[in-house]
């Protein structure tokens, strides 16, 4: 059986602003059978956003994103599940918000989705960047110690879901 996959998923601020985009959105992550195994709310800072979004820094819309970033609070999800990191982009659907509107309608940016640059949601592109987007924004999170100690209770349900911090956690029962 192949281990499980983490992945960083990030809900936009203009989500967090709209109760009603932030509870769809949620309903799919657990509909999708996602584990949610960190959450939380996080305003990025200036420091924050530019070191996560360095890999842009020379694209045109490089400080509109910075601006838009820092201009509220994002939810922060490590989700697993396997094949988590496809399984999530698929879920989100295409990073521009109109392409999504008109390809792939159904997914988290086709219905949330506003322009480019407010898409609704970040998502890791491989088990690399996952790592360092992960090991960033949860500084105090182990993945390989995840692994190692918690994997086996994520695969087998041995979990009880708590709605009002948006997280799975280990009931050892």
């Known amino acids: 059986m192949p281990p499980l ?7 936009k601020p203009h989500v967090i602003k709209n ?3 932030l509870a769809s959105i949620r309903k799919l992550i657990l509909s999708s059978h996602f584990k949610v195994v960190q959450s939380k709310r996080f305003t990025f800072n200036d420091e924050i ?8 820094k020379d694209k045109f819309f490089y400080n509109r994103l ?3 970033m820092t201009s509220g609070p994002s939810d922060l999800y490590v989700l697993a599940r396997e094949n988590a990191i496809q399984e999530w982009r698929n879920l989100m659907g295409p990073t521009k918000a109109y392409k999504a509107q008109y390809d792939d309608p159904e997914t988290i ?9 407010r898409n609704a949601t970040h998502g890791s592109d491989s088990a690399q960047s ?8 949860f500084p105090d999170f182990d993945i390989i110690k995840w692994h190692d100690n918690e994997e086996y209770y994520f695969r087998s349900n041995s ?12 009931n050892y029962k």
């Open 130 to 137: 996952a790592a360092k987007e992960i090991g960033l924004l």
């Open 5 to 11: 996959e983490l992945t960083l998923a990030i809900l």
């Open 19 to 21: 109760p009603h985009s």
């Open 49 to 56: 956003a530019k070191r996560f979004y360095n890999e842009h």
């Open 109 to 117: 940016r086709g219905q949330f989705g506003l322009s480019d640059t």
């Open 66 to 68: 910075i601006t838009f």
């Open 159 to 170: 979990l009880i879901f708590c709605c009002f911090d948006f997280v799975h956690k280990i």
